[in-house]
């Protein structure tokens, strides 16, 4: 006789942990075309109904997984600025090992993007903005739109270096240094824009 799941009790906010890092894992191993609903219960351990009384649909899940995705990198970033952290070097990091691609696969889902994603653009340009005023001259105020322009450029770089730059690099064995120096030159390029215009 085939003995029974005991059947796992969680909290809402458990469950949908559960869920997304099934459905984080899942995507990983297949893309966003391989989301499938029944795949990502089977892997949470879950009832493919558990998954829609979380999310409602496919669509909301993958609005989830979008946000979960942009707070984890906006969270990173910011963390590292009030750190003290390199903030450049930083940004070039929480893209790499597969969360770019696991951001790009989202993106091209065709789920439209929540709300939510653009407050936490505007969260990393806020942190940037608050170092900025902290090493400011006494009576300079740095302008908010460069601050805006560099998290753009510094997010686009990093995003791009993640997805591409080794193969446009072709290092080899040099990779990390190589890398490290696109990174340098990317600081170096704020920074020179930084002085102009102090």
Do not use: C
């Not at 006494?138 to 591409?164: K, S």
């Amino acid at each position: 006789m085939s003995e029974r799941k005991k059947r796992i009790r969680r909290t809402p906010e458990e469950a949908r942990r559960v869920i997304l890092d099934a459905a984080e894992k899942t995507m990983g191993k297949n893309g966003p075309a391989g989301l499938r609903l029944q795949d990502i219960a089977r892997e949470a351990g879950v009832s493919h109904p558990t998954i829609l009384h979380h999310f409602g649909s496919r669509e909301g899940l993958v609005q989830a997984l979008n946000v979960r995705a942009m707070d984890k990198l906006t969270r990173g970033v910011i963390e590292g600025m009030d750190s003290g952290q390199d903030g450049i070097a930083r940004t070039f990091e929480t893209y790499r090992n597969g969360v770019a691609e696991r951001l790009v696969w989202l993106l091209q889902s065709g789920v439209t993007p929540p709300e939510e994603r653009l407050k936490l653009f505007d969260d990393v340009v806020d942190s940037l903005h608050a170092v900025r005023r902290k090493f400011a001259s006494p009576g300079n105020e740095p302008d908010i739109a460069d601050t805006r322009h560099i998290a753009h450029l510094t997010t686009v770089a990093a995003l791009g270096d993640a997805l591409f730059g080794q193969r446009l690099r072709q290092a080899g064995e040099h990779e990390e240094e190589e890398r490290t120096a696109f990174e340098a030159f990317v600081r170096e390029l704020i920074e020179g824009f930084l002085r102009e215009k102090a």
